[in-house]
């Protein structure tokens, strides 16, 4: 199971982004993610007025974020919770040009919000990425045996 856990956090760490959002709410956000494997919790740098900001005033929530990469041969749908953060810390650790493109006053801005996502489980499908998913098709099509797509199983944090 360590082979399977690592293989999660190192493609995690190599995809920039993916769809968060809130169980008890469908629609889903892009948002650029922070792995933290120490802590199994994921960071998000956005702004304190965005729908998720706002929702999350009250206190922490169950959330989703779905991450999706042929190239890093990575499909995960994670839960866990999402709360607001004012760990300055970490903020000054992840911030960076990308963060800072979307706040005029750059990581001084008073609408800079950190969000942090404490994962619970996670639903995995690991392949080999493109060319293998190339190669794998091309090798059905000539023994009659289905493709090897790789490994699908779940964790729990």
């Not at 956005?46 to 991450?67: F, I, Y």
């Not at 499909?75 to 800072?100: C, F, M, P, Q």
């Not at 493109?101 to 995995?124: I, K, T, Y």
């Amino acid at each position: 199971m360590t082979d399977l856990v690592d293989t999660f956090w190192k493609r995690l760490d190599d995809i920039n982004s993916g769809m968060l959002g809130l169980t008890e709410d469908p629609r889903l956000v892009p948002m650029s993610h922070y792995a933290d494997r120490d802590l199994n919790t994921l960071w998000f740098i956005t702004a304190k007025g965005t729908d998720l900001s706002q929702s999350l005033r009250e206190g922490s929530k169950d959330a989703l974020h779905v991450v999706s990469s042929a190239n890093e041969g990575l499909y995960t749908r994670i839960h866990g919770r999402l709360s607001l953060s004012s760990d300055s810390e970490k903020l000054d650790e992840l911030w960076n040009a990308v963060a800072s493109s979307w706040f005029e006053e750059g990581r001084q801005d008073p609408d800079v919000q950190l969000l942090r996502f404490d994962l619970a489980e996670a639903e995995v499908w690991a392949t080999g990425g493109r060319a293998a998913f190339l190669y794998e098709i091309a090798k059905s099509k000539l023994t009659g045996n289905k493709p090897d797509m790789g490994d699908h199983y779940n964790l729990a944090f």
